[in-house]
């Protein structure tokens, strides 16, 4: 065997993840393609291959129209791109809300045509038996409370959570029983800072915020939102690049060159050696 072999890379795993409760933040962004992938993997513990997968590359007016077949399509991109960070990849709308041995079919489909290290429900009311049948079953779970996306058609919009007791009491409630169920860690999205303080606090898995609070034990963001790849952003994110600017630049850069006859040039061109 070659003596330069590349030394095998130890990918991150759920207990891994649970085990960064109260220490140094867990760094976790969304991807849904292989080179994007492969940039994040450096810096990020955790990538979610996100529904938002719908919205952000697929044009859709929310998540509720993703399918199976488009995160296993965009979890196993993700999968050939990264090597360090664990790969969560979310269960769509539909998949996992009824029947224990439906959920456990369809996150067993995820993970073995994506080699994927986890699965992410949002964990609604009905979900914690779910997510304990799973986890007994040896996949590894990941909760979501608060703002819901996929709970867009009840709730009647993207809008923020746990502003109001009954709200407060429910999400709490929903965090408690994802994590005694066996959820490893718990998004909370869109919340009220104290109630995502408060969840923090009184769960003993990790929480990742999104739109929550700093005292979170991570924090996750759209990287296409952070990346400013959009005119609009919501207001927990914070811009942390320009590409859509950079992008109309250079396209615009391009589009003059063609139509001005500088592209292509000698050093674009081939041509015939002599004799």
Request: glycine share 10%.
């Amino acid at each position: 065997m070659s003596s330069h072999r590349e030394q095998a890379v130890r990918r991150l795993t759920a207990p891994d993840i649970a085990a960064r409760k109260g220490q140094t933040p867990i760094v976790c962004l969304t991807a849904y393609t292989a080179p994007m992938a492969e940039l994040l993997d450096e810096h990020c513990d955790l990538l979610l291959v996100g529904d938002s997968v719908g919205m952000v590359v697929h044009g859709l007016p929310n998540t509720v129209g993703v399918t199976m077949e488009m995160m296993i399509l965009h979890g196993q991109a993700v999968m050939r791109g990264a090597r360090r960070a664990m790969v969560v990849v979310d269960m769509p709308f539909g998949s996992y809300e009824g029947s224990a041995e439906t959920a456990y079919a369809n996150a067993t489909r995820i993970m073995k045509e994506t080699g994927c290290s986890a699965v992410k429900v949002e964990a609604g009311p009905a979900v914690a038996e779910n997510i304990e049948y799973l986890v007994k079953r040896g996949i590894p779970v990941m909760g979501h409370v608060g703002l819901r996306p996929q709970a867009i058609m009840v709730d009647g919009g993207f809008r923020a959570k746990g502003k109001t007791n009954q709200e407060r009491v429910r999400i709490l409630e929903d965090a408690r029983a994802a994590a005694e169920a066996g959820a490893f860690a718990v998004v909370v999205e869109g919340v009220a800072e104290g109630l995502a303080r408060e969840i923090t606090e009184t769960i003993e898995v990790p929480t990742i915020g999104i739109g929550a609070s700093a005292g979170c034990d991570g924090q996750i963001l759209v990287t296409d939102d952070m990346l400013g790849l959009f005119d609009w952003t919501p207001k927990f994110v914070r811009r942390y690049g320009d590409i859509r600017g950079q992008i109309a630049q250079s396209i615009a850069a391009y589009a003059d060159d063609v139509r001005n006859r500088r592209f292509p040039g000698p050093a674009e061109i081939y041509f015939a050696k002599a004799g």
